[in-house]
């Protein structure tokens, strides 16, 4: 069984900040992991995933993370935030044989401050 | 290609109405899923199918039918609404291999009142 928390319902940060999403997981098997972003109105969009090859993982418009398998975390960051960012991101975990499912976080909703 | 699409964008039920919420991909992908998205809650699957003519029961299958008669279609069904029902609706699909992502459609909003 596997599942996700993500640390924050809302993260705010001033527009040029560091965003820092966090995301630990549990899974009693080695993990894949997901990162996805979600615009107002709009389906998810995967953003970056973690498929047990290097663990620092870069994504789309400038966001990474990193999985820490000692920490159990896949947090994700992004060195400066953009007004664009503005979104819901959700982490999702499933394993790496027989993965038919995802599970995801609740979300964190990310408000970017001009 | 137009990836994961999905009919109708909204929809308004009174309660014990039926529906059929339709989902089409276009990328021959073998999985497919139905989840729900809830304020505060995430996405919670309710159905998904590894394969034409198959289906299995996700995490919240209550109330809930579907069937995948062909590769690109994933219907989810309401027989009776509920007001517990009103969500937004999302389908994906991705392909066998492991490693990869779920593509998602733009979802259907529906209010049961």
């Known amino acids: 069984a596997q599942s996700v928390t993500q640390l924050g319902s809302h993260v705010s940060v001033s527009e040029g900040a560091l965003v820092l999403l966090r995301c630990n997981y549990s899974?009693?098997?080695?993990?894949?992991l997901f990162w996805y972003v979600q615009y107002p109105n709009q389906g998810l969009q995967l953003l970056l995933k973690?498929?047990?090859?290097?663990?620092l993982v870069k994504g789309i418009n400038g966001f990474e993370a990193e999985f820490k398998k000692s920490e159990t975390s896949f947090h994700l960051t992004k060195p400066s935030a953009h007004m664009s960012d503005a979104a819901e991101y959700f982490c999702?975990?499933?394993?790496?044989?027989?993965?038919?499912?995802?599970?995801f976080g609740t979300g964190t909703r990310l408000t970017i401050i001009p | 290609n137009a990836g994961v699409t999905q009919t109708p964008k909204f929809r308004v039920l009174k309660t014990g109405q039926s529906m059929t919420l339709l989902c089409a991909q276009d990328?021959?992908?073998?999985?497919m899923y139905w989840y729900r998205q809830d304020p505060g809650m995430g996405l919670r699957l309710i159905h998904y199918?590894?394969?034409?003519?198959?289906?299995a029961k996700g995490e919240v299958p209550d109330g809930y039918n579907v069937s995948r008669l062909k590769k690109q279609n994933f219907l989810l069904g309401l027989e009776s609404a509920a007001p517990s029902q009103t969500s937004v609706y999302f389908c994906?699909?991705?392909?066998?291999?492991?490693?990869?992502?779920?593509?998602f459609g733009p979802g259907t909003r529906l209010t049961v009142t």
């Open positions: 994906a699909s991705r392909p066998r291999e492991v490693s990869y992502e779920q593509y």
């Open positions: 899974s009693s098997v080695p993990p894949y």
């Open positions: 973690y498929t047990s090859a290097a663990t």
């Open positions: 999702a975990v499933s394993p790496n044989f027989g993965n038919e499912k995802l599970t």
């Open positions: 990328m021959n992908h073998e999985y």
């Open positions: 199918s590894v394969g034409e003519g198959t289906t």
